[in-house]
């Protein structure tokens, strides 16, 4: 195996913290990433990687070869590019990855369209309600509702939706409208759980954050039988705004106490190497970045219209 691979091999191992990962990353079986290192490290005459039974860890040596490593690959990766036209003509397999709902409204459409534009791109779309780690799973680029934590990962922000209670027209009819979250404890709530807790739901009021521990009889762990049930009239629910455009746009539910919406949550474009990622990313990162908002904005305020 010559010496790039081998370097190659090394970060990656070094990146997602094992052998396996890194052999998913690469795609290359375990034992050939076990042959590259061990060549590598013969090579050397140093040992690069400390191995337990749970964990590798790099060794001082290996650090340092490390950071020397990344800029050389790098380096080499943009010579390439100059070369080849890389950056001005995006090519190769996209990963992208999205939760499912927002995933299949939103983002499928703008990669069918992206690969119109790109006719040398193709693109695995991988939606998946888990959050899947970037570097261990090999993705490109990750669409995230979620306030991020720090990391190495850069982000680019690139719209939010909002946390909306609805309910059926018949619903409110025959149970009245309440006027404020105080009100909630007179209804019939279809909450949201991903276990055996009923959580809060929580606002913001004229004297700041409200929060209020719905009565309900349904605890679901699936946004849509929630959203089912309510269009059926069974009660209030929370969700985020996107998952019932629709059905606010047609009228079949209707928004509740839009003055006391909690804090939108931002949505991510999350992806790694920064400036230096292939041309095939930020061309997706830039695209999604000029048609979402404009997609969202439209939606959000054509629901707003109605509900």
Known sequence: MDRFTSMQTFVAIAETGGFASAARRLGLSPPVVTRAMMHLETHLGGQL??????KVRLTDAGTRYLEDCKRLLAELDDAESAVSGSHAAPRGVLHVTASSTFGRMYV????LDFLDLYPHVSVRAVLNDRVLDLVDEGLDVAVRIAHLADSSLT???????????????????????????ADLNQHEAIVFSQDRSTPTWS????KGKLQVRPRTRLVVNATEVGIQAALSGRGITRVLSYMVTSDLRAGRLRLLLPDYEPEPLPIHLVYREGRRAPARVRAFVDFVNQRLPKQLALDRGQARARG
């Open 155 to 181: 982000a680019r922000r690139v719209g939010e939706v909002r946390r909306v209670l609805c309910a059926s027209p018949g619903y409110l009819r025959e149970h009245g409208v309440p006027k404020s979250p």
């Open 203 to 206: 606002f913001e009021g004229p």
């Open 49 to 54: 990687l400390t191995r337990t039974t749970r």
């Open 108 to 111: 499928a459409p703008l990669i």
